[in-house]
């Protein structure tokens, strides 16, 4: 399919550490002007899917500032321009503690379209070993939580994990065939 927008100029509205909000001044489809904002990361996003031999699952529970909510969710985390798999492995660590000596990619996925460029690239991690080490209160989380898809699932249902990412993850996860 082709692109039917043009881009005539771009500027940067805000930029931090984290995340730069770009303006575009654009052609739409119809052929009017227009501005388009919409915000890139620092590359792509990761997400592990660490599963280990009882085809249990691991998550992460954390306040997020934006919505005023705690969320359960599966480790993941910004690439910081890493190699994603190299990324993915550090958020694993970083969040939990574990390490994995078996890496799946599963699927490059858009994040927040129509208002980020950002790409998750999601990962399935499996023979893990706990190394009792992590950053997980420097990422602010509160919990780490080990659970059967089947709980997940229900979890899922009552509303208890609502990040979409992370039910996306776990949905795509019952589809798939895991072997030990």
Known sequence: MKNSWKKISSKIGYKDQWLTLRVDQVHKPGGRKGNYAYVHTNGPAVM??????HKN????????????MCSWELPAGSSDYQIPLKAAK???????????????????????????????????????????KDRKAEDGIMEIKK??????????????ITDIQTVAA???????????
């Open 90 to 132: 550090r958020e694993l660590w970083e969040e939990t503690g574990l390490k994995a000596k078996s890496w799946k990619l599963i699927g490059k996925y858009q994040s927040f379209t129509g208002v980020s460029d950002e790409i998750l690239y999601l990962y399935l991690a499996k023979d893990l070993t706990q190394t009792g």
């Open 48 to 53: 592990v899917l660490a599963v280990d031999d």
């Open 170 to 180: 776990l949905l795509l996860l019952k589809k798939i065939r895991i072997k030990k």
């Open 57 to 68: 699952v691991y998550l992460v529970h954390q306040f997020r500032y934006p919505t005023q």
């Open 147 to 160: 659970v059967s898809l089947k709980l997940a699932l229900k979890m899922i249902k009552k509303n208890q």
